[in-house]
């Protein structure tokens, strides 16, 4: 433990009994270093208020029911409870057996009443006393048990796992701070796979993230060997253990369900009433189609699976034959047009269930505007590489796009970012080798990309504070910009400096820079 934690301890057994329990005795016999300290005494909690406050400490009374006095120093937190009756029943109100061992600091001695020390030896995790009641008191402990099973690699008692399921639906009754931050605990974890899959085995993510739970057997394109489920399982796997990228990969695909769709024709008079456009009777969705309207038309386009009545169009042309019909196309194509933006619309509105902005680092509204951009980017890299990744590009274009490419993600409208940058290759490179089939060349080819944007970013990194706005002001101003303008067009010119060498000194390149502004309705 922590020096300030020793002092502490050291000073208060002078003055009562004094046990360590939780974590911090199991860690210690595990050899895991301890960080936060849980501490039972047998003095009340107002003496002991009283008490580390004549010491120079701070004590802040924490929680509702059941009161703690806490005490938070250097990232270290130590936690204190008065022992109301004997430790028997102190053990009883405690989660898992692994968690109610005792250590007397005057002894050293270890008090074991819920036989957790056994447990450990086995390997198994397990409620104190009668788990149903241990879920009912406090049923963010399910979510617990599922972090101390994987981080621990316990095998879970069967009543202490049947219990659980049972009480899943009374996470509903929990804040959505405590159960955010549980499960973000969960999500950060090395063994992240097992820890999904016992979430899912558990009912959780059917219970309170049905738009995950739903990807399974969703069967994806012919570039997938797994389905939508497996594929995100995987996708998770292989990302760092931070809670932003793994949130990210958790949602990525949730869009999959919503755009499953599969390529068709369909043809016949197509009209526009409203905001709906239909051939026979199925609703299209698209660009450009209100030109048709009252025309015949021949139409190749995607069924959504889900909502079949919704036809995504791809290609539009003039039906001649005034014939209608619909037929599906032999070994059509498996589509998720649009996916990405719809996953990132289902994170916006799962983020209403949680508080993840809590927990992100940085904590704030702007992690979570993060999370939900990094989702709905995830398929960029792949779209603006596609040549390059079949071999077909050259040093010349890979360069040139992977300097846009990492002025794009790290660019925020006020600096530039390398972290975001990396996040997003994170991401790609989790997703674009997430269990698909691969070709011989593929890794090479994709990890060259990948280091020409890691090379770009750096660049930008260490230079996109330098140009020289010298001439800029006089020049902006002479041409009658101002406020938002202002600001757009200096955007534009940087830009334009950072990715294609502009010279802020020419009067030419800066005329030359207006006018693709002007022309671009920028103003």
């Given at each position: 433990m922590t020096p300030f934690q020793?002092?502490?301890?050291?000073?208060?057994?002078?003055?009562?009994?004094?046990?360590?329990?939780?974590?911090?005795?199991?860690?210690?016999?595990?050899?895991?270093?301890?960080?936060?300290?849980?501490?039972v005494t047998s003095m009340p909690k107002e003496a002991l208020i009283e008490l580390l406050t004549s010491w120079g400490y701070v004590p802040h009374l924490i929680g509702a029911q059941h009161q703690t006095v806490s005490l938070f120093r250097d990232g270290a937190r130590m936690d204190f409870l008065d022992l109301t009756g004997s430790i028997e029943d102190d053990a009883l109100r405690r989660d898992f057996s692994i968690n109610a061992i005792y250590k007397d600091l005057s002894s050293g001695e270890l008090i074991d009443p819920q036989n957790g020390l056994q447990d450990m030896k086995f390997k198994t995790l397990k409620a104190c006393g009668l788990a149903n009641d241990r879920f009912r008191e406090d049923p963010v402990r399910i979510l617990r048990m599922v972090r101390f099973a994987v981080k621990y690699k316990l095998e879970l008692d069967s009543d202490t796992w049947q219990s659980a399921v049972n009480n899943?639906?009374?996470?509903?009754?929990?804040?959505?701070?405590?159960?955010?931050?549980?499960?973000?605990?969960?999500?950060?974890?090395?063994?992240?796979?097992?820890?999904?899959?016992?979430?899912?085995?558990?009912?959780?993510?059917?219970?309170?993230?049905?738009?995950?739970?739903?990807?399974?057997?969703?069967?994806?394109?012919?570039?997938?060997?797994?389905?939508?489920?497996?594929?995100?399982?995987?996708?998770?796997?292989?990302?760092?253990?931070?809670?932003?990228?793994r949130l990210a990969a958790l949602f990525h695909d949730l869009g999959k369900w919503e755009t499953a769709s599969k390529e068709c024709k369909v043809w016949g008079q197509l009209k526009v009433s409203g905001q709906k456009t239909t051939v026979n009777e199925f609703s299209l969705t698209g660009k450009g189609l209100n030109r048709y309207n009252g025309q015949y038309v021949d139409v190749l386009g995607a069924r959504l699976d889900h909502y079949p009545n919704i036809i995504q169009v791809k290609r539009i042309r003039k039906n001649y034959s005034q014939a209608s019909g619909f037929e599906w196309v032999v070994d059509g194509k498996r589509h998720f047009l649009g996916h990405?933006?719809?996953?990132?619309?289902?994170?916006?509105?799962?983020?209403?269930?949680?508080?993840?902005?809590?927990?992100?680092?940085?904590?704030?509204?702007?992690?979570e505007k993060q999370l939900v951009w990094l989702v709905e980017q995830h398929m960029n890299g792949t779209l603006t590489f596609?040549?390059?990744?079949?071999?077909?590009?050259?040093?010349?274009?890979?360069?040139?796009?992977?300097?846009?490419?990492?002025?794009?993600?790290?660019?925020?409208?006020?600096?530039?970012?390398?972290?975001?940058?990396?996040?997003?290759?994170?991401?790609?490179?989790?997703?674009?080798?997430g269990g698909k089939q691969r070709e011989e060349g593929d890794a090479e080819r994709f990890h060259r990309v990948k280091s020409e944007i890691f090379s770009a970013a750096e660049w930008l990194d260490q230079n996109w504070r330098n140009p020289d706005w010298g001439q800029f002001e006089p020049f902006a101003l002479e041409k009658g910009l101002q406020g938002e303008s202002f600001g757009r067009f200096k955007d534009h010119l940087r830009t334009s400096v950072l990715l294609k060498g502009l010279d802020l000194r020419d009067r030419g390149s800066l005329e030359n820079e207006f006018e693709k502004f002007v022309q671009g309705k920028q103003l």
């Amino acid at each position: 433990m922590t020096p300030f934690q020793a002092e502490v301890l050291a000073k208060l057994k002078g003055e009562c009994r004094v046990y360590l329990v939780g974590g911090a005795v199991r860690d210690e016999i595990l050899g895991v270093p301890i960080k936060d300290v849980d501490v039972v005494t047998s003095m009340p909690k107002e003496a002991l208020i009283e008490l580390l406050t004549s010491w120079g400490y701070v004590p802040h009374l924490i929680g509702a029911q059941h009161q703690t006095v806490s005490l938070f120093r250097d990232g270290a937190r130590m936690d204190f409870l008065d022992l109301t009756g004997s430790i028997e029943d102190d053990a009883l109100r405690r989660d898992f057996s692994i968690n109610a061992i005792y250590k007397d600091l005057s002894s050293g001695e270890l008090i074991d009443p819920q036989n957790g020390l056994q447990d450990m030896k086995f390997k198994t995790l397990k409620a104190c006393g009668l788990a149903n009641d241990r879920f009912r008191e406090d049923p963010v402990r399910i979510l617990r048990m599922v972090r101390f099973a994987v981080k621990y690699k316990l095998e879970l008692d069967s009543d202490t796992w049947q219990s659980a399921v049972n009480n899943l639906p009374k996470l509903s009754e929990v804040a959505s701070e405590r159960t955010t931050e549980e499960l973000g605990r969960i999500l950060v974890l090395d063994d992240i796979e097992n820890a999904v899959k016992m979430l899912d085995e558990l009912g959780y993510w059917r219970e309170y993230l049905p738009e995950l739970a739903r990807l399974k057997g969703l069967i994806q394109n012919k570039y997938h060997a797994k389905d939508a489920w497996d594929h995100t399982l995987h996708v998770v796997k292989n990302t760092p253990n931070a809670l932003l990228i793994r949130l990210a990969a958790l949602f990525h695909d949730l869009g999959k369900w919503e755009t499953a769709s599969k390529e068709c024709k369909v043809w016949g008079q197509l009209k526009v009433s409203g905001q709906k456009t239909t051939v026979n009777e199925f609703s299209l969705t698209g660009k450009g189609l209100n030109r048709y309207n009252g025309q015949y038309v021949d139409v190749l386009g995607a069924r959504l699976d889900h909502y079949p009545n919704i036809i995504q169009v791809k290609r539009i042309r003039k039906n001649y034959s005034q014939a209608s019909g619909f037929e599906w196309v032999v070994d059509g194509k498996r589509h998720f047009l649009g996916h990405e933006k719809e996953s990132g619309k289902l994170t916006r509105q799962i983020l209403g269930r949680y508080r993840w902005s809590m927990f992100l680092d940085p904590p704030g509204k702007g992690s979570e505007k993060q999370l939900v951009w990094l989702v709905e980017q995830h398929m960029n890299g792949t779209l603006t590489f596609m040549q390059e990744l079949r071999g077909e590009g050259t040093s010349f274009s890979i360069k040139n796009k992977a300097k846009q490419y990492a002025w794009d993600a790290g660019w925020d409208g006020r600096e530039f970012n390398s972290q975001r940058v990396q996040n997003l290759l994170y991401l790609w490179e989790a997703d674009f080798f997430g269990g698909k089939q691969r070709e011989e060349g593929d890794a090479e080819r994709f990890h060259r990309v990948k280091s020409e944007i890691f090379s770009a970013a750096e660049w930008l990194d260490q230079n996109w504070r330098n140009p020289d706005w010298g001439q800029f002001e006089p020049f902006a101003l002479e041409k009658g910009l101002q406020g938002e303008s202002f600001g757009r067009f200096k955007d534009h010119l940087r830009t334009s400096v950072l990715l294609k060498g502009l010279d802020l000194r020419d009067r030419g390149s800066l005329e030359n820079e207006f006018e693709k502004f002007v022309q671009g309705k920028q103003l």
